[in-house]
């Protein structure tokens, strides 16, 4: 038995051995950390950045023009690394917004950064023990980090009888902190403790001094571990107002498009426990889960064959409910009633199957589905009809601000978008969630993809654009078929295309009832990259914008493209062959890569090998197989290749010229020095002293020009090291590929 352990053991290692030497993703510039995470409104002040692959920074954008920044520089006039003097706007809109430094590589992906109205600061010091807790002012933010296995102590000072509201952002600014809140006396003891993200609603019991404390859930900690710490006096009837946050994936789809304020209904006590508000249809209602085990219940006429849309918002609005409708037929003979359910409404469902965190990837990390309601009424008798909306884990918390938005409506076919960086299954697993920014490299394709939520019943066609590109950037948008949840957005950048970046628009368009409606494509991202999704689970969220760009220092590993850029023609029923052209910049693991087919009419294409030592391959499409229809398409191929990447290879370059300049400096100085120590031998005994002190002067020169010389050898055989081929397994995408289906003849 204990040699079969040994060899399952040694088996083990030696798998996991082969999975961590093969990166998945191309090196990408992820920004991590802005210290501090905000500013007040109209502030300037500097902000210093983390994270990885940040070299060659020329820029700090925001999401919003009203923040502006330029690098920061040291007495000498010289830039100081990864540090930026950020500049507020007094009309900067107060919020949450998305900082994106461009880096070498292209533009970094998001980070958080909050204005707001109060004055800030930084903890500059350690404060992990009550003794060295730091003084806040009433009214405040402070930003910070927690360390590993610590916690972090303040103070303020507060009178009695005022009511403070105490709040600590994390999750929605992206950290990882899972934030423990504890308001204690001046010695320490707990008062007040908020253990699952919320704010402490504290009612200062005497004057005097009062502590508070702040650590992870599970004492975990570091950089990433970030936080802003409010502090703020409020009226005793004032509602509780949390930090801004960033939105997750599935608010893409709320608020429904044209939605206002105009004829909102407010809910009405009592309408529970056999009280019940009569509605007229339609209705928009606003109301509350609260007390705890609340169901509100709402009574309307209708006729049979009415056909209604029932949705309801209460976790796209931020709240952490789970909404369920149930509407029933009222059938009344004298004083009894007869119940008749007719539906039950529960979550809106992903389009897509979502990752289960599982050993390989089965699915993206991103859920645009919600646990809210969005679903179809059919009245089958006329009546009256009663409709319960409640939250099904109400009976665990007794909140006010858990509220909803409850709409029923004849149809308004419609839809929303969201897309995200394409993740999926490559060699031994992918179970990475990283941040993807659309930073390319020349003749690469970044495929991103693109699901709809459809409302009321809309079952059209979408088709996709993006604009506002950089330079010799195009995109090309792979249309989500009639009735079904998913399309692609190819973003293509030529070999050449000069380093740059833009804001771009992206936007999905249809025809609903004759008219042409746009709506915007959301782009998601995660917030912090998981290399493991099976330890830790990902968190993605929405971005404020879309940024492209183009680092235009170093190319895709593979470029494939169709031969040529005509359309190619094929006749219903018939085989089509696609020449393909391979530009291949490094060395491949293996000799061939397997290759799908993205786009409508012809994803069901199978499995073919593109011969990766070959510049030309053939892709052949069964039309026969496929059963495309006549019309025009739009395809791509693509598949996971393991490269032979070389990271920074350009600094070898720089390294080697850099060396050759210090050794022909140290050749120099080696001759000067030997012929001063040679002119010291041969002086007369008046010189000699003098010659003596220069043969010392020039024998140091020597040593510091050989010192030069073995720290430039250094740097030469680092860049050799960061730049030795790695296995990288990559998505390799085709440049778009334009066909048409031409009808037989009859």
Avoid at 596 to 619: I, K, M, Q, V, Y
Wanted: proline letters at 5%; hydrophobic letters at 40%.
């Amino acid at each position: 038995m204990k040699q079969l352990v040994f060899i399952l053991s040694v088996l083990t290692a030696c798998f996991l051995s082969s999975v961590m030497a093969q990166s998945v993703c191309l090196p990408a510039p992820r920004l991590l950390t802005t210290t501090p995470m905000g500013a007040q409104v109209g502030q300037t002040l500097e902000v210093v950045l983390t994270g990885d692959n940040l070299d060659g920074a020329t820029s700090l954008t925001f999401s919003h023009a009203g923040i502006t920044a330029v690098p920061q520089k040291d007495d000498q006039g010289n830039e100081v690394s990864n540090t930026w003097v950020v500049s507020v706007a007094k009309d900067c809109p107060l919020g949450v917004h998305d900082a994106h430094v461009m880096t070498r590589l292209g533009m970094s992906s998001a980070r958080a950064f909050t204005v707001g109205s109060l004055p800030e600061v930084t903890r500059t010091a350690a404060n992990t023990t009550l003794d060295k807790a730091m003084p806040l002012q009433l009214n405040s933010i402070c930003n910070a980090s927690v360390s590993s296995r610590q916690v972090d102590f303040y103070s303020f000072e507060a009178s009695k009888g005022q009511r403070l509201i105490l709040d600590c952002a994390a999750k929605g600014i992206d950290s990882r902190l899972k934030p423990v809140l504890v308001v204690a006396d001046a010695n320490g003891a707990d008062l007040q403790v908020e253990r699952r993200g919320g704010a402490i609603d504290f009612k200062v019991p005497a004057t005097g001094r009062y502590t508070v404390k702040v650590n992870d859930l599970t004492y975990n900690g570091g950089a990433t571990y970030f936080y802003r710490l409010a502090i703020r006096e409020v009226g005793m009837d004032a509602p509780v107002i949390r930090h801004p946050s960033t939105s997750p994936v599935h608010r893409a789809s709320w608020p429904p498009a044209g939605l206002t304020e105009e004829g909102v209904t407010a809910e009405t006590e009592p309408n529970q426990n056999g009280s019940v508000q009569s509605v007229s249809l339609p209705c928009d209602i606003r109301g509350s889960f609260f007390p705890a085990a609340d169901v509100d219940t709402y009574e309307f006429v209708a006729k049979k064959g009415e056909v209604w849309w029932v949705e309801v918002a209460s976790e796209r609005l931020g709240r952490p409910t789970d909404p369920s409708v149930v509407i029933q037929h009222v059938a009344k003979e004298n004083e009894n009633e007869t119940l008749t359910d007719v539906v039950e409404l529960n979550d809106i469902p992903s389009p897509v199957r979502t990752s289960s965190n599982g050993y390989s990837y089965d699915g993206p990390p991103y859920n645009i589905g919600s646990s809210d309601v969005l679903g179809k009424l059919e009245i089958k008798a006329d009546g009256v009809h009663r409709l319960h909306v409640r939250d099904l884990f109400g009976g665990t918390r007794s909140d006010p601000r858990n509220v909803y938005r409850l709409i029923v409506r004849k149809a308004q076919p419609d839809f929303a978008l969201a897309g995200w960086a394409m993740h999926m299954g490559l060699r031994n697993g992918d179970r990475n969630a990283l941040s993807k920014p659309i930073a390319l490299r020349g003749g690469a394709t970044m495929p991103i993809e693109v699901v709809v939520i459809r409302r009321d019943g809309f079952t059209g066609e979408i088709n996709l654009q993006m604009s506002n590109l950089p330079d010799g950037v195009t995109a090309t948008g792979l249309k989500i078929p009639a009735g079904k949840s998913v399309g692609t957005m190819l973003i293509t950048a030529d070999q050449n295309a000069p380093r740059g970046f833009t804001s771009a628009q992206f936007t999905g368009t249809a025809m609903i009832n004759g008219t042409e409606v746009v709506r915007e494509c959301r782009l998601a991202s995660m917030a912090w990259p998981v290399p493991n999704a099976k330890s830790e689970i990902p968190a993605p969220r929405l971005m404020a914008d879309i940024p492209v760009s183009v680092g235009g220092q170093e190319f895709a590993p593979l470029s494939i493209a169709a031969a040529g850029d005509e359309v190619f023609e094929v006749t219903e029923g018939e085989s089509l062959t696609v020449p393909l052209v391979n530009v291949r910049r490094c060395e491949f693991q293996g000799a061939t890569m397997s290759l799908r087919t993205f786009g409508d009419g012809f994803a069901g294409n199978g499995l073919f090998d593109l011969s990766l030592d070959s510049e030309t391959n053939d892709a052949v499409l069964n039309l026969a197989t496929l059963k495309t229809k006549p019309g025009d398409y739009t395809i791509a191929f693509y598949g996971g290749g393991v490269a032979k990447y070389q990271h920074r290879r350009h600094e070898i370059a720089t390294a080697e010229s850099q060396l050759a300049v210090v050794k022909q400096k140290a050749e120099a100085a080696a001759t000067a020095a030997d012929q001063a120590k040679k002119a010291a031998a041969a002086a007369t005994d008046e010189a000699k002293a003098e010659l003596e002190r220069s043969a010392k002067d020039a024998e140091q020169q020597k040593k510091a020009a050989d010192a030069q010389v073995k720290e430039a050898e250094e740097q030469l055989r680092a860049a050799n090291r960061t730049a030795a081929p790695k296995d990288i397994v990559d998505i390799i995408v085709t440049r778009p590929i334009r066909i048409r289906v031409n009808a037989k003849a009859k």
